[in-house]
């Protein structure tokens, strides 16, 4: 059982940036396809980033591409850096975590995730 725990939301004004982090428990983290999701009042969650377990592919939603960035460390801490937040961007954002057996895999949906964290919470002021 992985648990995944995110740290780093706030409240910040438009146009701000911010860096969301999300640190596993598990030992062979490079086995773990790595993703992050958002739910804003009213909405469904929806896909936003993900990363392969070896960091070698990326991929990110239309609405924030340009915008965001995704890393992973060895120290099994995925992060989502955030840069000119707009205020459509304020959401509850969770990370998520899919065994791929270290292979080169990125996931888009919130059904091919195992794991999933408790989510933190993003405001953005106008």
């Known amino acids: 059982q992985v648990q995944l725990v995110e740290s780093g939301g706030g409240l910040v004004e438009t146009g701000g940036s911010l860096t969301l982090s999300c640190t596993a428990s598990e030992r062979t983290f490079i086995r773990y396809t790595m993703g992050w999701f958002r739910r804003a009042p009213g909405k469904d969650r929806e896909f936003v980033a993900t990363i392969s377990g070896n960091g070698g592919r990326t991929y990110f939603a239309d609405s924030v591409k340009g915008r965001f960035g995704i890393s992973r460390n060895y120290d099994k801490t995925t992060y989502l850096e955030m840069h000119r937040l707009k205020p459509e961007d304020a959401a509850v954002y969770y990370c998520?975590?899919?065994?791929?057996?270290?292979?080169?895999?990125?996931?888009?949906?919130?059904?091919?995730?195992?794991?999933w964290g408790q989510g933190t919470q993003v405001t953005v002021s106008s």
């Open positions: 998520a975590a899919r065994d791929t057996g270290q292979d080169d895999s990125y996931y888009l949906s919130r059904a091919d995730y195992d794991y």
